[in-house]
């Protein structure tokens, strides 16, 4: 996962701004996995590249959406 250092530096309009950019390249990663999936030709290098790009932008959806939710002292 990408270095996070610069979610300190956000507000949390910016990291809600983020947040949607990443849905939607996610968004997007699952049309074009899917799309390459339905063709039978499919390149399973760059299959397997998508998903693992895929994952990595969920991690950092959940970090960045966590980071949005105030620690609650037990």
């Known amino acids: 996962m990408a270095d996070m250092g610069y979610l300190s530096l956000m507000n949390p309009e910016e ?3 983020r947040v949607e950019l990443l849905k939607q390249e996610h ?3 699952d049309s074009a996995i899917a799309a390459l999936a ?6 399973q ?6 998903k693992k790009r895929k994952l990595m932008l969920r991690d950092e959806i959940a970090l960045l959406e966590d980071s949005l939710i105030p620690d609650i002292i037990a």
């Open 27 to 29: 968004r997007d990663l």
């Open 38 to 43: 339905q063709n039978g030709t499919a390149d």
């Open 15 to 17: 990291i809600m701004r």
């Open 45 to 50: 290098l760059q299959l397997a590249r998508l």
